[in-house]
């Protein structure tokens, strides 16, 4: 195997939550290699800082507003980046995230948190069905239209790489994130059956599955807010990861670069663990 089979030039990729912090990084490593990047994000000032910093450090690249749960605007999105690069390889599903009213307070449920007296104790009766359903929504739905809109353009070239973003969650269920843990688990079996589904119109489907990694959405699980530190859920999770640290965005790059290159061409199906080891740790 020589170095060519990771060569991505020409390759275009469209990223949705291509505005947060992991799905920028992803781009600026694509973008690294040659790949005409389309940042998609709800937040269309995020998609369009995130595009400039591409830009800036020397790669092609385009800001679009899209919401990953509108069919329509994921459509119009398709659109404009054909328009733009003339065709689509790479889809990077990074839209997805938890919320603190879908989250448990404690790890488990005491009987003494059925009383009215309790006080703000939240327990998997507790959690708003609401707020459970725009997680699941967020991450699965928000990976199955995306996947809708873009790999048809890819089928009308008979070729394309999918990468999903599930999570070590999704086979080690943690505690407290239950909608998280729900979705994710989802997002892992929908990329094993469009692998298989998919292969016929050469289009690849696997995902990553990050362990922890402080984002917007989970630092207020792992971190203090009043002191920048640690919470003990925090320290729980680096003591529990190998390699004693949380992930950094661009760790994340190596894996994607991988999975939409060649050097990847009979991998289909796949769910890469990016955990530090944390999934393969016992605990003792």
Not at 13 to 25: E, F, K, N, Y
Not at 26 to 50: K, N, P, S, Y
Not at 85 to 102: H, M, Q, T
Not at 202 to 223: E, S, Y
Request: net charge neutral.
């Amino acid at each position: 195997m020589t170095a060519d089979v990771f060569d991505l030039k020409g390759r275009t990729a469209v990223i949705p939550g291509g505005g947060g912090v992991l799905g920028g990084s992803i781009g600026l490593a694509l973008a690294g290699r040659g790949v005409a990047v389309a940042i998609l994000d709800i937040r269309e000032a995020a998609a369009v800082e995130a595009a400039g910093r591409i830009a800036a450090a020397g790669g092609r690249a385009i800001g679009v507003g899209c919401d990953a749960l509108d069919e329509g605007s994921l459509t119009a999105a398709a659109g404009r980046v054909v328009a733009e690069f003339g065709r689509i390889d790479i889809l990077v599903n990074a839209a997805g995230g938890n919320a603190p009213a879908a989250t448990t307070s404690k790890e488990t449920a005491e009987p003494r948190d059925l009383l009215a007296e309790a006080g703000p104790s939240r327990t998997f009766f507790d959690l708003e069905i609401a707020a459970f359903r725009r997680v699941l929504d967020l991450n699965l739905l928000g990976t199955v239209l995306p996947c809708r809109a873009f790999g048809r353009e890819m089928a009308k070239q008979g070729r394309g790489s999918i990468v999903n973003i599930s999570s070590m969650t999704a086979s080690r269920p943690l505690t407290k994130v239950a909608a998280y843990s729900a979705a994710k688990a989802g997002v892992s079996n929908l990329t094993c059956w469009l692998a298989t589904h998919l292969a016929p119109l050469g289009i690849r489907v696997n995902a990553i599955a990050p362990g922890f990694f402080l984002t917007d959405q989970n630092r207020f699980l792992l971190t203090d807010e009043k002191t920048g530190g640690l919470t003990p859920r925090g320290r729980a999770v680096v003591a529990h990861t190998p390699m004693g640290r949380f992930g950094a965005p661009q760790d994340l790059a190596g894996a994607v670069v991988w999975l939409v290159s060649d050097a990847s061409s009979f991998v289909t199906g796949a769910v890469i663990p990016v955990d530090g080891g944390f999934s393969a740790y016992s605990g003792v």
